[in-house]
Every structure is written in structure tokens, then in C-alpha cells.
Nanobody
């Protein structure tokens, strides 16, 4: 499966962005989808996943992950953004059989200015 992410950008503290990730070349419903992020000098972390749902503590109550199987797309709605949310965000897919995020899209930059 190939993944194409979009929706990053520059936003002020407290603002919102919605990231989208569209899949092609595979059966979308066979995959658990996730969003990861990596800030400069930090390790990549799982921010949110769907089927089954997971949120990192740092984004609970602010970020919402959703998917539209008809459009082969997963979304990450990010509200109340903080400067510490600045990172490259990447979507990934995991087959339910393995649980391993083995398919990755390109990253999209999210920058939150203070």
C-alpha cells in the first residue's frame, strides 16, 4: 500500500490543522492506521492510531484521528496546537495480522509558532 500525506503548514499557537493521508494499492480496510511525528533531535513517536484507537498522552483531548474507508483516507484533526507539536508528521499502516507499522508515507511539516 502507498500512502500520501498532506495538510501540514504553519499555524499560530492555539490554531488548528487537519492532516490527511490517502492510501492506494491495497485494501485500506485491512490496515490499522497511525500518525507518527518526529521533532528535531527527538525520537519518532506514535501520536494517534485508529482501529484500535490510541492517543499519546500529550495530544489527548486536542487531536482526533478518524478514517473514511470509502475514500481510503485517514485524518488527524489537530486543535489547540502548541509549539511543542512542531514536527514532521507521517502516516503509517499496519496489517492487523502483524500489528507492525510497515508502510509509511512521506512526512508533512507542521510548525506551530508561539
Amino acid at each position: 500500500v502507498q500512502l500520501q500525506a498532506s495538510g501540514g503548514g504553519l499555524v499560530q499557537t492555539g490554531g488548528s490543522l487537519r492532516l490527511s493521508c490517502t492510501a492506494s494499492g491495497g485494501s485500506f480496510t485491512r490496515y490499522r492506521m497511525g500518525w507518527f511525528r518526529q521533532a528535531p533531535g527527538k525520537q519518532r513517536e506514535l501520536v494517534a492510531a485508529i482501529s484500535s484507537t490510541y492517543y499519546a498522552n500529550s495530544v489527548k483531548g486536542r487531536f482526533t484521528i478518524s478514517r473514511d474507508n470509502a475514500k481510503n483516507t485517514v485524518y488527524l484533526q489537530m486543535n489547540s496546537l502548541k509549539p511543542e507539536d512542531t514536527a514532521v508528521y507521517t502516516c503509517a499502516a499496519a496489517q492487523y495480522s502483524s500489528g507492525v507499522f510497515a508502510y509509511w508515507g512521506q512526512g508533512t511539516q507542521v510548525t506551530v509558532s508561539s
